[in-house]
Nanobody, 123 residues
């Protein structure tokens, strides 16, 4: 599975942005999917994940109520809608395909990674 993240950009604090992740083949519908982010000088951290059928989603506490992960298996796409953005959300965002049907908070549970898309939130 190859993953391609896109849709990043520069947005003012309080604004919204939707980033996307395209998978290379339809078998991705069997995998949980996740979004992670990495700010300059920091490690990669979990943001959100969804199960294979979007029946289960999890979020890191700092984005709950502001971010929404979704997926369209027919299009082999995963999305992250980000609202009420804050400067501390600035990072490179990566999508990843889990080894199993459910996503998790652990990087080790993900087998495939996209190249990342930059999100910059100005104050």
């Amino acid at each position: 599975v190859q993953l391609q993240a896109s849709g990043g950009g520069l947005v003012q604090a309080g604004g919204s942005l939707k980033i996307s992740c395209a998978a290379s083949r339809r078998t991705f519908s069997n995998n949980g999917m996740g979004w992670f982010r990495q700010a300059p000088g920091k490690g990669r951290e979990f943001v959100a994940a969804t199960s294979w059928n979007a029946g289960s989603t999890i979020y890191t506490d700092s984005v709950k109520g502001r971010f929404t992960i979704s997926r369209d298996n027919a299009k082999s796409m995963v999305y992250l809608q980000m609202n009420s953005l804050k400067p501390e959300d600035t990072a490179v965002y990566y999508c990843a395909a889990a080894r199993r049907a459910y996503g998790s908070r652990s990087l080790d549970d993900y087998q495939y990674w996209g190249q990342g898309t930059q999100v910059t939130v100005s104050s």
